[in-house]
């Protein structure tokens, strides 16, 4: 389909180890965001790319975080060894370039990618 | 204070209820406004931008003050189909969005 497609939908993995979580936006948007939500919770602000600026990495809970955006299209968010508490899912979405203020900026989120940490 | 603050509930209403969900916000620079809903074990999707006068979509109706910071979303008629979880979303300085915790809604037969 033309949706955000997310990838793996699930991984378990081992304390200790690393895995990359992938995000395909809807093409032609130029805002790509990661949000994590655990069990329970509310979505958390991880980062955000905006066509070729420098992305906002303010919401990256440690330095073994880290996401890319190659080409202004597909993204990557890797985590570094891995603990139990990053077991979580983890949502990108993306939107077409908008404007403060206007009312738009719609958010279009893939299904997310579940995350648990044994 | 959190930037983004809801009622979690549950809002547990009979089937044809009217109920009003409450949101504040704490940064007065903020000027994008949404309503999204999710449902369970499901992605975020939009239910309505949120307009400095007001709008109304069907059963659904956002308010906005500004002086207060605060957002208000009111379903009227409820069904069992609006059963699940509504998020208010506020722009961060114009860049990106941040949610709220969300409010669950359980309408009952």
């Known amino acids: 389909g033309a949706g955000v497609s997310q990838s793996p939908s699930n991984k378990v993995t081992e304390k200790g180890k690393d895995v990359e979580l992938r995000c395909d936006p809807i093409?032609?948007?130029?805002?790509l965001y990661w949000y994590r939500q655990s069990l329970g919770q509310g979505l958390e602000f991880l980062i955000y790319?905006?066509?070729?600026?420098?992305?906002?990495k303010s919401g990256l809970p440690s330095d073994r975080f880290s996401a890319e955006r190659t080409g202004g299209s597909v993204s990557t968010l890797t985590i570094q060894r891995t603990q139990q508490e990053d077991s979580a899912v983890y949502l990108c979405?993306?939107?077409?370039?908008?404007?403060?203020?206007?009312?738009?900026?719609?958010?279009?989120f893939g299904e997310g990618s579940r995350l648990t940490v044994l | 204070r959190k930037e983004v603050e809801q009622d979690p509930g549950p809002f547990n209403v009979p089937e044809g209820a009217t109920v009003a969900f409450n949101c504040t916000y704490s940064n007065s620079a903020s000027q994008s406004f949404f309503w999204y809903r999710q449902d369970c074990r499901k992605e975020p999707k939009l239910l309505m931008s949120v307009y400095s006068s007001g709008n109304e979509d069907g059963r659904f109706t956002a308010q906005l003050n500004r002086a207060s910071q605060y957002i208000s979303l009111l379903i009227r008629d409820s069904k069992l189909s609006d059963s699940a979880t509504y998020l208010c979303?506020?722009?961060?300085?114009?860049?990106?969005?941040?949610f709220g915790p969300g409010t669950r809604l359980s309408v009952l037969p």
């Open positions: 979303v506020v722009d961060n300085y114009g860049q990106n969005f941040v």
């Open positions: 790319f905006q066509g070729n600026s420098a992305p906002d």
């Open positions: 979405a993306s939107s077409s370039t908008w404007l403060a203020g206007s009312g738009t900026g719609e958010l279009f």
């Open positions: 093409s032609g948007h130029t805002a």
